[in-house]
């Protein structure tokens, strides 16, 4: 789920074999589907960050939906679960590597540069400003979240 105004939200549904992408009006209280071209979008408030799906699994960016090209990251790894498993922020794109220990990495569209930002044995981050949040360590209780600054 993602908010792609005050008053609109938008999701992805499964319709068979295929996801597609709705939106659902709290002033009306009625769904839209998008484009059946669309399988996620992942909407933020700078346009410019906003991500799209398609159906066939290539990935985009910007309310102009540019093409993305990111070294190191199929397909495979841009969903964690039902949630979006990268985030993009200005030139810069992060997402959360499961092999081997678990790492959080950024990706710098303009050096062409990808780097380990920090270990997490769970997938769940955000990106705000120059902070990176994650959680730290999960216990079946409570989870431990953990804020880092970033250079």
Sequence with gaps: VSFKSASELSFSAKEGERW???TYHTDTQSVTAESPEWAFIQFTPDRDNTLWLS??????Y????????????PSA?????????????????????????????RFH?????????????VGHFDVQGRSLLFINSSESQSNLF???SQN
Excluded at 55 to 60: I, Q, S, V
Excluded at 62 to 73: C, L, Y
Excluded at 109 to 121: D, K, M, T, V, Y
């Design 20 to 22: 597609r992408v709705y």
């Design 55 to 60: 159906a066939d699994h290539t990935l985009y």
């Design 62 to 73: 910007s309310a102009q939906q540019i093409k993305a090209d990111i070294p190191g990251t």
């Design 77 to 105: 790894i841009l969903l964690n679960g039902r949630q979006w498993n990268l985030r993009k922020q200005d030139s810069l794109w992060y997402w959360y590597d499961r092999e081997g220990p678990g790492q959080i990495k």
């Design 109 to 121: 569209a303009q050096n062409g540069s990808i780097e380990s930002l920090a270990e997490s044995g």
């Design 146 to 148: 953990r804020t880092i």
